[in-house]
């Protein structure tokens, strides 16, 4: 018998492999480069589910390096306002 955790954590694994897959039948043919490997990268944060086109070698740590500078930021000019 699973635990509720691990349906959960399968759920959201299905979820996250039909957003992908959402995703891939969306932007098929959608880069005219004639590349294979294009500069750019498409990234999903999870669990927000939010896409994000970055250049190809970005790691996670700039990624949440970016997020958290952008909260630091909205915080600071709601308490400016």
């Known amino acids: 018998m699973m635990s509720k955790v691990s349906i959960g954590c ?4 299905l979820r996250l492999r ?8 969306v932007t098929s043919g959608s880069d ?5 490997e294009s500069a750019e990268v498409m990234i999903l944060i999870w ?3 939010e896409f994000k086109r970055l250049p ?3 790691t996670a740590s700039e990624i949440v390096r970016d997020q958290v500078r952008s909260v630091a930021m909205k915080l600071h000019r709601n308490n400016v306002q």
């Open 32 to 36: 005219q480069s004639g590349s294979s």
């Open 56 to 58: 190809r070698g970005t």
């Open 10 to 13: 399968l759920v959201q694994t």
């Open 47 to 49: 669990p927000a589910g």
């Open 18 to 25: 039909g957003i992908l897959e959402w995703r891939n039948e």
